[in-house]
């Protein structure tokens, strides 16, 4: 008999109203993959793309998966079950994880739901220092910062550059983040500041004080003042937003600095960029368990701090959804599963 589960299905593309909290089969894992029981799951950008079919994309580009499907990637929970050729986890374990971005990008990773099947190799173990929220606030946004400012962590093509990414040196850099209250910003923020970066964080007004506590040198309320017109002689830009006018940062970096986009699309100075001495370079986030575990750490520490905008039950998905479409947000929003 299929075991059942509760999960937050879509049967069909659409806005926040098309997220079912309903019966579904509990996933099999196969070799390699172990089951958790979620006990929190993370919202991204991403999981809002796809419930809207990727609108954004050309036609041919859009995706047609089979229905129904369970969106997020992003989990924190236990252990219920491991596979064959699983070493290094057993049932009970408090996990964490990406879990199979960008691989499963066009029909769900199934985070939303009770449980999730997951490869042992995306898994980490949770920081015990932070709770089953905000470890599953953390794993797209941190393998972001991460994999853009520290480590790549593998050689996959890349989707958006014919060349691989390369992180630059931070300590005693002078690094803008724009975005920075955001899920990415405010990690990358704190990975900056723990490199030894002097950090300017652009974010609208609200977020100041957080971002000061956070560890930013200076923030730049965009809603006053243009970054470009008060920025100069920056070594990076880490730019979160993406969307027109990316271009406008070349004015504040130094002949030989860089401008990482985590959006890329819509980029148009490269030849500018390149007049200028300007690296330009953008990557896709990879699951990688081994980086969760590394940068688990600084979560356990309590060197970087993951900032909650909100929770909701799994029920209530979509109510998490239109906060997620909403601007404004501050740090991660996590369904509540448990
Ligand atoms: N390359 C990749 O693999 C990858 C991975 C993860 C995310 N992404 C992309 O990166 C972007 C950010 O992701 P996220 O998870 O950090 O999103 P998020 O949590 O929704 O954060 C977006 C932040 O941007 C701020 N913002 C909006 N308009 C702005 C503007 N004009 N200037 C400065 N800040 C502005 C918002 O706050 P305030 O306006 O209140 O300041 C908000 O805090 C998304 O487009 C996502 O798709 C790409």
Known sequence: MTEMMKAVRLHEFGGPEVLRYEDAPRPAIAAGEVLVRVHAAGINPPDLYLRDGYRALPPEWQPSPAFPLILGTDISGVVASVGTDVSGFGVGDAVYAMVRFPDDLMKG???????????????APKPAGIDHIRAAGSPMSLLTAWQFLVDLGHDAP?????????PVPLHGKTVLVNGAA???????????????????????????????????????????VAAETVASDVDLVLDAVGGANMDRFLDVIKPGGAL??????????????????????????RSNGAQLRQAGRLLDDGIV????????????????????SEKSIQGKIVLVAA
């Open 109 to 123: 990773s199934g985070a939303y739901a009770q449980h999730v099947r997951v490869a042992a190799s995306e898994l």
């Open 158 to 166: 890349n989707p958006f550059q014919s060349f691989s990414h390369v």
């Open 182 to 224: 955001g899920g990415v910003g405010h990690l990358a923020v704190q990975i900056a500041k723990w490199k030894g970066a002097r950090v300017i964080a652009v974010a609208s007004g609200r977020h100041e004080a957080l971002l000061r506590d956070l560890g930013a040198d200076e923030v730049v309320d965009y809603t006053k």
């Open 260 to 285: 990482f986009l985590v959006n890329p699309l819509g980029f148009s100075g490269h030849d500018e960029a390149a007049g200028r001495k300007i690296t330009v370079s953008s990557t896709q986030v």
């Open 305 to 324: 701090r993951v900032v909650i905008d909100s929770t909701y039950p799994l029920a209530e998905a979509s109510a998490a959804h239109q906060r997620a």
